[in-house]
């Protein structure tokens, strides 16, 4: 394989991401598929630069100033101002089809997420929940749980179709 071919695949199976203030929703949505993903709605311009380049991450935003910055090395101008319609967008800038992973990741923190034992998370949950579920998943980082619900199934049905859009395209 020669070098520029093999950086390019090395790159694309450690795609990471820093979101410009604006993108929470996309973030959500990102963080959902198993994409690491950097936000805070208070981070300044060169604060989003300085992570890019220390953590090579790549830049998304819908403002060409960021992108013009002569630091930035990889960054992407997102066309659609729709959170759903950006994610699609930008799994196909970067040809992440077969890199999504759903429930991997926590949306809240960017931290990973694994499945764990009713047990140990029966303190935090609402009795409804704990009669109704029986599959959870911790958030390593943070701690959040997630389990599957009918948010869940919302989800899942999200990505079913997503899947079967970007087979179409
Ligand atoms: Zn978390």
Redesign the pocket.
Known sequence: MDTKIKKQAEFLRDTKFVNDVHLGKLTRLLRMTGFDTVYRNDLEDDEIIRIAVEEQRIILTRDLGILKNKKVQKGYFLRSQQPKEQLREVILRFQLQNNMKFLSR?I??N?TIEKTDKSSVESCLKPGTQKHFNDFFR?K????VYWEGSHFNKMMMFFQNLENELERS
Do not use: L, V
Not at 141 to 144: L, N, Q, S, V
């Open positions: 926590c809240i923190c931290g958030c980082d943070c701690g959040k």
